[in-house]
């Protein structure tokens, strides 16, 4: 199988991004580091994710999201989900959400292929699961990758965000 993995690690003001790679040595270094603020930025992470990543043409795009805020309740973004939505749709990027049942984030399921999981917390998701699925999905026949670019265009202002790629 042929794959790469990347991680984005995310507050309202921080983001820690490291790209797409077969490399699993920065990623797994990555998983623990602690980033500064409370509030977290959900949307605009998965909009700095789409537009920034390595994506290599003809793979199936997979981004996974854990958040345990509602959308109101980290630093915001409703003004612009529905583009976000559009984005992903238009970037062919399958969405698999962990969270809590905020109506926002349960709109991904109008998303193709989208899986919504409302949890109230991380201890009683099964990573192995995910990952076989996640194993499955990018194992798939060819039908299902994605021969469209992807946008580099941002939804939100991220401006502000102090972006750390590693």
């Known amino acids: 199988v042929d794959w790469q993995i990347g991680l984005l690690n995310y507050s309202d003001c921080e983001f820690i991004f490291v790209d797409l790679a077969k490399d699993t040595t920065k990623f797994k270094a990555r998983l623990g580091e602690e980033i500064n603020g409370w509030n977290e930025f959900t949307p605009g992470a998965i909009d700095y994710a789409i537009s920034n990543a390595n994506w290599r043409m003809g793979a199936q795009r997979v981004i996974v999201v854990f958040t345990d805020e509602w959308i109101s309740g980290g ?92």
């Open 75 to 166: 630093a915001g973004g409703e003004g612009q989900f529905d583009n976000l939505l559009k984005k992903i749709v238009d970037s062919n990027i399958q969405i698999v959400y962990y969270g809590p049942n905020c109506p926002y984030y349960t709109k991904f399921s109008q998303c193709p292929k989208a899986e919504v999981n409302v949890v109230t917390g991380f201890s009683g998701v099964n990573f192995n699961a995910l990952m076989n699925r996640l194993a499955v999905t990018v194992s798939s026949n060819s039908l299902n990758a994605s021969k469209l670019p992807v946008s580099k265009t941002t939804v939100y202002d991220l401006s502000s965000i102090n972006i750390k790629k590693k």
